[in-house]
């Protein structure tokens, strides 16, 4: 995990940066992406409030000024991919990593894209909607739509033997990545929702956590830049999401949508 | 094609019973005439070359047989059986990422990994801006909300304009993608705004425009429209498109007498 940089990073001929805050699930997920991988990259740490700031060269950078963002030279131009899934996917097939992050095989392919659309689609706005919403029921909601979510992953998204996602895989892969920094956060739930995994999930979502956090790749990224207690200081950095004042993308975005209806 | 057009007249619906599924180099395609997500499939197979059965459902009466396939009970759905199994895919661009790796024919994404990523991001940021504003359009019950989507909508034509390639004549360039399949047949059904709601696009998007008529040239594109003609084919949808707001104003009315 790289310490605090100061102002812009030195964008790498070939190689690639990663800007990204330690805070932000998003962002993980292309950090897991790079480590499972092991090509070579940088990685800038934007420094405290510089998300929500926005430097100069930040938004020259990506002018959504959203992290994860991917940076570098070709010939000396420059080259900048956004969205963290499609960086995964570039991360997978196109910078020689020495380790596979999808299956060869297209169908298993497919259905490995299957199970990262669906946590994303479904599960991921769920976690955001428990901690924002604010009225009792549209919190029960979330809550019985994340339960679903969270059984349906157990029972059917993750491998059954584990514990990563994929079947016989002994490493993570591009599932792993998309899902696990929501997964990592179940104990921000549980903080300040009081929120458990619903029985049938909790077996297999507690062993995948535990052999997920003993993974260098996966280690990697659960450190504080500063040298704080990363698990106490995660569940600090949801306070606002948690009290309603949140103003990041993903909480207007969730702020300006219904609460859900249905648990499908 | 008059077989397709005879089948896509009699959907299955509830109480059918399941068609005999294809095999992995001939997959049966689930699809109906009018969804757009479905038509980025339809047009993906076609591009590609790949030999399918197309199977037509009823999405307001869903055969019992179409969840086992897709647990959503949507299209596109492309289903097979292998090795004794029944195999399914489905969510458009899931479908097509597949139907690009996982079969012979033209490439639909370039080969270099920086230029596939953006044709990726071309979709997923389409997927963000233009649909959701194209819905707002549609569904509009007052002149508030209509104005309001109305600008959204112009917006997002107005981004995708500066976004398409600018020589063309496909969105990456000169050659037809997956971000075509993906875009096409929304645009195509921008010609059916007006006459629903009195929709124009804004003046200007000359690129959207140029882009448009070269998707609605290519025959893979014109094998995915039922029928092939563009205007019949705006026509019949406009009437789909038709029922689609009346269903929502009479469900709309519906819960709010419950209240």
């Known amino acids: 995990m790289a310490p605090v940089a100061d102002g812009p990073p030195v964008l790498a001929e070939g190689k690639p940066t990663i800007v990204s805050t330690w805070m932000c699930p998003f962002a993980q997920r292309s950090l897991l992406a790079l480590n499972a991988g092991g090509a070579p990259y940088s990685h800038h740490e934007l420094g405290e409030g510089e998300l929500y700031s926005k430097p100069a060269w930040f938004t020259d950078l990506n002018p959504a000024g959203l992290v994860p963002t991917l940076a570098w030279l070709h010939k000396g131009e420059r080259r900048v991919l956004t969205e963290s899934l499609i960086i995964n996917e570039f991360v997978a097939e196109g910078l020689d990593c020495p380790n596979p992050l999808l299956p060869a095989d297209p169908f298993e392919r497919a259905r490995a894209r299957l199970v990262i659309d669906r946590f994303g689609s479904k599960a991921v706005p769920q976690f955001y909607a428990l901690l924002l919403r604010k009225d009792e029921a549209e919190r029960a909601a979330a809550r019985a739509a994340l339960d679903a979510q969270l059984e349906w992953l157990a029972a059917e998204g993750l491998s059954a033997k584990g514990p990563w996602a994929l079947e016989g895989w002994g490493a993570p892969s591009l599932v792993d990545c998309a899902v696990l920094p929501f997964l990592l956060r179940l104990p921000v739930l549980a903080h300040y929702r009081g929120y458990a995994p619903p029985p049938a999930a909790s077996d297999r979502l507690a062993a995948y956590v535990e052999a997920a956090r003993a993974h260098p790749s996966v280690a990697a990224t659960m450190v504080h830049p500063a040298g704080h207690d990363y698990a106490s200081a995660l569940i600090e950095s949801y306070a606002k999401y948690a009290d309603g004042t949140a103003n990041s993308q993903v909480a207007r975005e969730i702020k300006s949508k219904a609460a859900a209806t249905t648990t499908k | ?259």
């Open chain 2, 1 to 259: 094609m008059a077989t397709e057009t005879a089948a896509a007249d009699a959907p299955l619906a509830t109480g059918s019973a399941r068609p005999p599924l294809g095999s992995a180099t001939k997959p049966t395609f689930i699809t109906t005439t009018s969804c757009p997500y479905a038509q980025r499939s339809w047009i993906a197979l076609n591009e590609k070359g790949v030999e399918y059965e197309p199977v037509f459902v009823d999405l307001k009466s869903k055969p019992e047989w179409f969840f086992p396939l897709n647990p959503y009970g949507r299209v596109p759905t492309l289903a097979w059986q292998e090795g004794g199994e029944d195999r399914s895919l489905y969510e458009s661009l899931v479908v097509n990422e597949y139907v690009e790796d996982g079969f012979d024919g033209p490439s639909l994404l370039p080969a270099n990994p920086l230029a596939r990523a953006r044709a990726r991001l071309l979709i997923d940021q389409f997927g963000a801006k233009f649909s959701p504003a194209f819905g707002r359009v549609m569904f509009a019950t007052d002149a508030p909300e209509a104005a309001a989507a109305a600008s959204a909508l112009d917006e997002a034509i107005r981004w995708l304009d500066g976004a398409l390639d600018p020589s063309g004549p496909y969105a990456c360039g000169d050659a037809f993608t997956l971000a075509d399949c993906a875009l096409a047949p929304f645009a195509i059904r921008l010609g059916v705004l007006g006459p629903l709601c009195g929709y124009e696009p804004p003046a200007g998007a000359a690129r959207v425009a140029a882009w448009r008529e070269a998707c609605l040239a290519r025959p893979s594109v014109r094998a995915s429209m039922v029928p092939s003609d563009p205007q019949a084919y705006l026509d019949k949808m406009l009437d789909t498109y038709k029922s689609y707001v009346a269903d929502r104003k009479a469900a709309a009315a519906a819960a709010a007498a419950k209240k």
